[in-house]
């Protein structure tokens, strides 16, 4: 294939590897960002503006492209989608969200917007594979000041259970789906090789770092008011009510680099190895 992958999202840390994963494949990328001077990337790729909110941009961004790895991202969706059939594009594989899998997705601020976007590309012509990642592992970074300052982790739901998946392994299988044909219109849902509670997360970084994380449990109202500080309160309200349902047993392990590439998925210790320094540095 000689045609242009295009990558959106481009200052993103997966938008970033699987960037990296085309071009040392000798695969012809164009990075795109709605500030595309801001993007850094390596010799050889080609940096585009793209902004779905703005149609303007489209032309040009899609201009010889044949792949497209889309973040979801509801303005323009629609408008999107039919400039990319005109321009000739022939597989779409988006970053979803296995959130979009839950009960009332369509309303729920998690999944609504990743939703939207699977609808938008589903009634178009496109080709289109479909990645649902569950929790990332680098969603423990929201831990990182606390834990550098030695303060406690006040969690609602210590031992609520998810599948952290390493960011890598999604980029591993985002490349997949845009280089090879195993993944073409499927939609997997992504995650880790084990079920973890939060507690038994901070417990692989405490043995990481070599010292001890207190944990300390707090009442759900506490835990709206912190978390209020920082996020929109429906937003708040998802997340709890997800970490209260996955408060009664393991989570579901589905599809990991194990099952779609043949090969070992990185652990979550292995991406807290790789991090420490986020969680020393404060």
Known sequence: MTSTTLVTGARGKVGQAVIARLHAAGRTVRAASARPAELTVPDGVETTELALDRP???????????????????????EFAQAAEAAGVEHVVLLSSSSVLGPDAENDPLAGHSLHVERALAASGLTCTFLRPDAFAS?????????????????????????PIHPEDIADIAAEALTGTSLT????????????TFREQ?????????????????TRAEAEQQMGRHMPAPMVTSLLDLWAAADHGPAAVHDTTRTLLGRPARTYRQWAGENTAAFTRH
Do not use: K
């Not at 969603?139 to 609520?160: E, K, M, R, T, V």
């Not at 901070?202 to 707090?218: C, H, S």
């Open 56 to 78: 303007e941009t489209f032309e040009a961004a899609l201009r010889g492209v044949g792949q497209v790895f889309l973040y979801p991202q509801p303005a323009g969706i629609h």
């Open 139 to 163: 969603n423990s970074l929201g831990w990182a000041y606390f834990i550098g300052q030695g303060l406690p982790i006040q969690l609602a739901y210590p031992d609520a259970h998810i599948a």
């Open 185 to 196: 219109g499927t939609a997997p849902t992504l995650t880790g090789p084990e079920s973890l």
């Open 202 to 218: 901070l417990a692989i970084v405490a043995d990481v770092l070599g010292r001890e994380i207190p944990v300390e449990q707090i």
